[in-house]
């Protein structure tokens, strides 16, 4: 038996603007420059054996950065680069056999770095452990507001979306990021703007 529900015109009222501030969220969300959607992956989970999902705001940062000591160089150079950062987003898929995701899943998040705005930094590709690195810039009149990392090897998938400014001066120590913040290690050296087809 199906149950019809009447609500008071007042939680009928608050349930209607609740309702519409989540569709005004989800929208600016998504409409948010360099904010790549990675939901396109989310079928992969149930396969996955281990997951890492992250997603850090510009408040939340900014929360962060007040523990970090300016007095060593390395976090006070992290606290110059997260200044300006409005988001962190990772998500990171690994599986116990090869062949768990297809080239398809991974051209999802190929095809949005495709469109205008990016720009391509560095790509790696590695015959030898089948491992795919590719590095995007969002770029806007010569301003980066966005870096982003796509990983794929054979049994990992791995999309570290950065959202914010950044000084173009800055982006040869994107790599103190790593590690922290749920940014797994890459070891990419971001002191060079472009590195194609490295074989090893």
Same mark, same amino acid.
């Given at each position: =038996?199906?149950?019809?529900?009447?609500?008071?015109?007042?939680?009928?009222?608050?349930?209607?603007?609740?309702?519409?501030?989540?569709?005004?969220?989800?929208?600016?969300?998504?409409?948010?420059?360099?904010?790549?959607?990675?939901?396109?992956?989310?079928?992969?989970?149930?396969?996955?054996?281990?997951?890492?999902?992250? &997603?850090?705001?510009?408040?939340?940062?900014? =929360?962060?950065?007040?523990?970090?000591?300016?007095? %060593?160089?390395?976090?006070?150079?992290?606290?110059?680069?997260?200044?300006?950062?409005?988001?962190?987003?990772? %998500?990171?898929?690994?599986?116990?056999?090869?062949?768990?995701?297809?080239?398809?899943?991974?051209? &999802?998040?190929?095809?949005?770095?495709?469109?205008?705005?990016?720009?391509?930094?560095?790509?790696?590709?590695?015959?030898?452990?089948?491992?795919?690195?590719?590095?995007?810039? =969002?770029?806007?009149?010569?301003?980066?507001?966005?870096?982003?990392?796509?990983?794929?090897?054979?049994?990992?998938?791995?999309?570290?979306?950065?959202?914010?400014?950044?000084?173009?001066? %800055?982006?040869?120590?994107?790599?103190?990021?790593?590690?922290?913040?749920?940014?797994?290690?890459?070891?990419?050296?971001?002191?060079?703007?472009?590195?194609?087809?490295?074989?090893?």
């Amino acid at each position: =038996m199906v149950k019809s529900m009447i609500l008071p015109a007042r939680n009928l009222t608050l349930l209607l603007v609740a309702s519409a501030l989540v569709c005004v969220a989800s929208g600016s969300a998504s409409a948010q420059p360099g904010r790549l959607q990675t939901q396109t992956l989310d079928h992969l989970l149930q396969r996955a054996t281990e997951t890492v999902e992250v &997603t850090l705001d510009g408040g939340m940062l900014q =929360m962060v950065s007040r523990f970090l000591n300016s007095s %060593k160089p390395d976090e006070a150079r992290i606290r110059e680069i997260i200044q300006g950062l409005q988001g962190v987003y990772v %998500k990171s898929l690994e599986f116990s056999q090869d062949n768990e995701y297809t080239v398809a899943d991974v051209e &999802t998040i190929r095809m949005q770095l495709n469109t205008p705005g990016w720009s391509k930094l560095a790509t790696v590709r590695s015959h030898r452990s089948g491992e795919n690195v590719d590095v995007h810039l =969002m770029l806007d009149n010569g301003v980066i507001q966005g870096v982003a990392v796509l990983v794929a090897d054979p049994r990992r998938v791995t999309v570290v979306n950065v959202v914010g400014t950044i000084d173009p001066e %800055k982006i040869s120590q994107m790599g103190l990021l790593e590690g922290r913040f749920g940014i797994p290690k890459l070891d990419l050296d971001w002191g060079v703007t472009r590195r194609t087809n490295r074989n090893n």
